[in-house]
């Protein structure tokens, strides 16, 4: 098991420097804006069954929506984030949690075929090789098993899709991302033979999304 990531690239250490600014004020900002989606990426993640990895879990905002007989471990980047998540285990007694550790979602220390969900809320777009945080998700889920990403997707044409393609470096400065498409996904679960079930959209006014796959058993 990893206990710092390794081969952090540029963009990892802009991301760990963006969420150190991030944790103290990250609760206020984004608890209620993200819940509706954040307990629907958790809810679809349950039903595949109770060995859950939360990746980019960061101060772990949905820890406390899983079901009680959830085996739920967290990962991410930041320690600042992380510290935050821990405090929350250990205030409400969330001990469905086993786990929290720092990892790059890129290179994921556990075996294959660990876990019955990988969910990842409003993480994919930032990481800098998102297919490779994609082929790990695979690898350390169970043939059958569930991958579910809550995010915002870029549009894939018109105005908004030029605005949010505009603002998009800036938005990487400061730890957001505007521009991603879930139609990048798509391809590659296509390329990898992993089952693509669909988007739906959820709070607020569908700009948030839930999109799930599935591993082939
Ligand atoms: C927008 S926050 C979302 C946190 C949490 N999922 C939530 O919904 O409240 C993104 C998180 O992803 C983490 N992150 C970004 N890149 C990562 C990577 N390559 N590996 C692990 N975590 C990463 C950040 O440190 C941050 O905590």
């Known amino acids: 098991m990893l206990s710092e990531p390794q081969g952090a690239g540029p963009s990892t250490a802009l ?11 990250y609760d206020v900002v984004y608890d209620k804006l993200t819940e509706p989606a954040a307990r629907a990426a958790v809810e679809a993640a349950a039903e595949s069954g109770p060995r859950i990895l939360e990746a980019g879990v960061g101060t772990g905002l949905s820890l406390g929506y899983y079901p009680a007989n959830s085996l739920v471990c967290g990962v991410d980047l930041s320690e600042d984030m992380l510290r935050r998540a ?98 990048r996904i798509e391809a590659w679960a296509r390329r990898n033979g992993v089952e693509f079930i669909g988007v739906a959209p959820t709070f607020p006014g569908g700009f948030f999304k839930i999109l799930r796959m599935r591993k082939r058993g």
């Open 15 to 25: 991301m760990r420097k963006a969420y150190a600014r991030w944790a103290p004020v």
């Open 86 to 183: 821990r405090r929350k285990v250990l205030r409400r007694g969330l001990t469905h949690v086993r786990g929290l550790q720092v990892m790059d979602v890129c290179r994921l220390g556990y075996a294959d075929a660990s876990f019955d969900a990988v969910v990842a809320q409003f993480l994919i777009t930032l990481v800098p090789d998102p297919e490779a945080a994609l082929s790990e998700f695979l690898r350390v889920v169970r043939p059958g098993g569930g991958i579910v990403l809550a995010n915002h997707f870029g549009q894939t044409e018109g105005p908004v899709a030029r605005v949010e393609e505009i603002v998009a470096p800036l938005c990487t400065k400061i730890g957001w991302s505007s521009d991603f498409k879930s139609t």
